[in-house]
């Protein structure tokens, strides 16, 4: 048997063809017909066969405990569902709707997003659900909306082939989206006057392949955009009459990038002036301006900001809404666009509606016929559901899919939340996430291959994963843990669905008439079509889907005309100072995605990095007396962590590096079983408008053990 279905690691979303022997033996390889990765898998997609029959962790039953000192027990589905409903409400009937709350995934399935948004936004009158993309692209989702009226990536894979300048900016696609940078690389090859400009103070193989590598001090690209900015205007290389004719927020964004010269800015960045001078120039020279970005980016305290001056460039050159021209986030997680279109974000409603706005609130209550009304004030976002846990205004937190015990910034903290808070539901696949340790029930979820359902890729890509597999053990599909808990609760008449198809119908449904439209995409079109991208609506049936937005240069804003932003350059981290005079960032390794619950199961992938090593530059090191291959103790204001060091000239002297992926679990070190995670260092600092934590950039000192 053959299936088509689509990676669940990376927002890349790569069509994968699934092949079932007799015996039961999978094998997997890249699906030739889908057009994001056309026939291409990286390291973790070629071995998402091993992660599957590989069951020895799995959740297999509901359990639950009366109370923290009793084992958990198995239970049936009735009984964990039932106490779940019961304890939810009486802390509604008690404290309120907002003393509940879900926090979800960006692994989460559009079907399982959507129903989760609607039971707690429309039936229990709490905007309590945020997401794990709360700490990875909201800073994206904010700069989109404020500089292009809505949360929409305006390009499409297939703008890479047209493009010849790639501006990469606080992101390593070469290990966090391989098949993207395949793509580039492969285009680059192919065309030797293909440009690639590199925006990282480490030398990734990212950075090695780039025709230009800026490794500014952590914490400067706004400084360095906006110079770049300001070389475009004052040479004479914007397009004047694109920003007269389609944008607003010249003039001031003109001043603000005039406050520093090209030399100052080249200097607080830490690097050449004349590197500055010929990224303006290449910008102008290209036919085609594609900018890439992650979590460089988007986990910092100004991350709206830098988004913004990143997406001004775009606007003063009007390189936007023509092939191979345009700012593109890269989505970290498979579906974490499809769970912003459901309204997975704590101010979101579906189809990029917002909690704050009347008209949108009346239109889902209407929609979903709501017992309650839609609560006017966002909910709590990820860090504040922790700061609310521990204070316990929050009294109940249901988490789904995700791993917050290893994944959250100042991570000592949330396990302090976990443990103070009253009542703990974990809904997973596996025994390996931590966060199951502090659960009071525990709901097992059916995994990739198990269930049916879509998910949106970093291109707006909407595709069907049909279920291959039956679910080991009693785990249920996500979707329908949440509609038998909802009938549980009482709200059984909106809550009774056959399948998961007449979960997205709904959905879908949802959307006419809005810049998400989807009324057109249906489980049968998807099974035809392969994939589609939004919007689609009814009168897009014969097509594949918009592929490209602002085509006619009209944007989503209200007057319809794109906005500069004249943002301050400044950025608000924790400050250095003598006792920890040394910055931290955090990020992947090639080969492991996340907490590791999945790709931890698999040797191949772990032979890569075997342990979480600290980069480190070797005037650093030597400055502390630290060899290579030593163990050291990165010591921060919130913990420590104890791991080998690896010395690196690829890193800039006064940084240093740790992977995130490690937890209790899996920490693999000698002394403690948490001093190889990396977030016990990390600071819960925010963005104020995106509330994305500050990953990248945490005070700390390193010296030997
Ligand atoms: Fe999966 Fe991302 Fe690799 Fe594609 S690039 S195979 S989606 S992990």
Redesign the pocket.
């Known amino acids: 048997m053959t299936h088509q279905t689509t ?1 669940c ?6 069509g ?1 063809v699934v092949k079932q022997a007799t015996g039961g033996q999978l094998s997997v390889e890249g699906d030739t017909q889908h057009p994001s ?1 056309r026939g291409m ?2 390291s ?3 071995n998402l066969n091993y992660t599957v029959m590989d069951q020895s962790d799995r959740l297999l039953y509901p359990q639950m405990r009366f109370s923290r000192d009793r084992p958990m027990q198995r239970v049936s589905w009735d009984a964990a569902l039932e106490r779940t409903a019961a304890v939810f409400k009486t802390f509604i009937q008690k404290y309120g709707p907002d003393s509940v709350a879900f926090y979800v995934s960006g692994q989460c399935l559009t079907e399982e997003y959507y129903l989760v948004s609607k039971l707690i936004k429309g039936f229990i009158g709490s905007n309590n659900i945020d997401t794990n993309s709360r700490l990875c692209m909201s800073s994206a989702v904010v700069g989109y909306k404020l500089s292009l009226g809505e949360d929409a990536v305006p390009v499409c894979y297939d703008d890479i082939e047209e493009a010849d300048l790639f501006y990469v900016q606080g992101a390593n696609p070469a290990w966090c ?4 940078w395949r793509r580039i690389e492969a285009h680059k090859a192919a065309n030797p006057q293909v440009r690639i400009i590199c925006v990282d103070p480490r030398r990734t193989d990212t950075a090695r392949s780039a025709d230009l590598h800026l490794p500014i001090r952590p914490g400067t690209d706004i400084v360095l955009n906006h110079a770049i900015a300001r070389e475009l205007i004052d040479g004479g290389m914007i397009d004047a009459s694109f920003v007269a004719d389609h944008t607003d927020g010249f003039t001031a964004l003109r001043d603000v990038v005039r406050l520093r010269t090209v030399d100052e800015a080249a200097d607080i960045c830490g690097i050449d002036a004349d590197a500055i001078r010929q990224t303006a120039a290449w910008i102008s020279q290209s036919k085609g301006f594609l900018s890439l970005w992650t979590m460089g980016m988007n986990q910092s305290v100004v991350g709206v900001n830098k988004n913004l001056s990143l997406i001004n460039l775009h606007l003063l050159t009007g390189r936007i809404g023509t092939p191979g021209n345009g700012p593109f986030s890269l989505t970290g997680q ?1 579906n974490a666009m499809g769970g912003r279109e459901v309204g997975g974000l704590a101010n979101a409603l579906p189809a990029h509606r917002d909690v704050t706005n009347a008209a949108h609130r009346a239109e889902m209550e209407a929609f979903w016929n709501s017992p309650v009304p839609i609560a006017p004030k966002p909910g709590l976002t990820a860090t504040e559901l922790v700061d609310a846990l521990n204070n316990d205004t929050l009294k109940a937190i249901w988490i789904i899919n995700t791993n917050p015990a290893v994944s959250m910034p100042d991570v000592n903290s949330t396990e302090k939340a976990l443990k103070n808070a009253r009542f703990v539901v974990v809904q997973d696949i596996s025994a390996r996430a931590d966060t199951v340790a502090f659960a009071d029930v525990v709901l097992p979820a059916a995994g990739w291959l198990e269930k049916e359902g879509t998910m949106t890729n970093a291109e707006r890509r909407i595709t069907y994963l049909p279920k291959v597999l039956d679910v080991p053990g009693e785990a249920l599909p996500d979707v329908e843990i949440i509609w038998r808990f909802a009938q549980k609760m009482g709200f059984g008449d909106a809550f009774t669905y056959p399948n998961a198809e007449a979960v997205y119908a709904e959905y879908a449904r949802s959307t006419a008439n809005t810049n998400v439209d989807v009324t057109g995409v249906t489980y049968a079109l998807l099974k035809e079509k392969r994939s589609i991208q939004w919007p689609y609506s009814l009168a897009d049936t014969e097509s594949l889907g918009t592929s490209r937005l602002f085509t006619d240069h009209t944007f989503y804003t209200p007057n319809k005309r794109a906005q500069l932003h004249a943002v301050p350059d400044e950025n608000a981290s924790e400050p250095t100072d003598a006792d920890f005079p040394l910055v931290l960032t955090t990020g992947r390794v090639r080969d492991q ?1 996340h907490t590791m619950t999945k790709t931890g199961r698999v040797a191949k992938l772990n032979q890569h990095a075997p342990l979480p090593r600290l980069q480190l530059h070797p005037d650093d090191a030597r400055a502390r007396a630290i060899r290579d291959g030593q163990l050291v103790t990165i010591t921060g204001r919130r913990g420590q962590v104890r791991v080998t060091a690896e010395l690196s000239e690829d890193i800039r002297p006064g940084l240093c590096f740790l992977p995130m992926h490690w937890g209790r679990a899996l920490a693999g070190n000698p002394d403690s079983s948490t001093l190889g995670r990396a977030n016990n260092l990390t600071n819960a600092l925010i963005d104020p408008r995106s509330k994305e934590p500050d990953f990248k950039f945490t005070a700390v000192e390193v010296l030997p053990y």
């Open positions: 990676c690691y990376c927002g890349v979303g790569c994968v990765n898998l990286c973790k997609g070629m989206h391989p098949i993207i498979p995605w």
